[in-house]
């Protein structure tokens, strides 16, 4: 499966932006999809991840209550809504698949390109 995200950019601390993640292929259904972010000089974290179906998300404790990750099987897309975004959520953020439900970057076999976001103070 081959993955482009978008929807970055320049926002003021406490608004909001929408990332999107594109897939490509009949089968983004089966896959787990996650969102991680990247910091520069840091490692690639994780932020949320979502079953198949979409009815199990999980969240990094530093995102609980301000992001929401959601999917549309029909449009191959996964959503990252991020509210009330801080300063310290600036860095690339990266969209990636696999089959199983993990958190662990390591393990997703599949990455898009990532999209940059900026929030200012």
């Known amino acids: 499966v081959q993955l482009q995200a978008f929807g970055g950019g320049l926002v003021q601390a406490g608004g909001s932006l929408r990332l999107s993640c594109a897939a490509s292929g009949r089968t983004f259904s089966s896959y787990v999809m996650g969102w991680f972010r990247q910091a520069p000089g840091k490692e690639r974290d994780f932020v949320a991840t979502?079953?198949?179906?979409?009815?199990?998300?999980f969240y990094a404790d530093s995102v609980k209550g301000r992001f929401t990750i959601s999917r549309d099987n029909a449009e191959n897309t996964v959503y990252l809504q991020m509210n009330s975004l801080k300063p310290e959520d600036t860095a690339v953020y990266y969209c990636a698949a696999d089959p199983k439900f993990t958190v662990l970057a390591h393990e997703y076999d599949y990455w898009g390109q990532g999209t940059e976001v900026t929030v200012s103070s």
């Open positions: 979502i079953s198949r179906t979409g009815s199990t998300t």
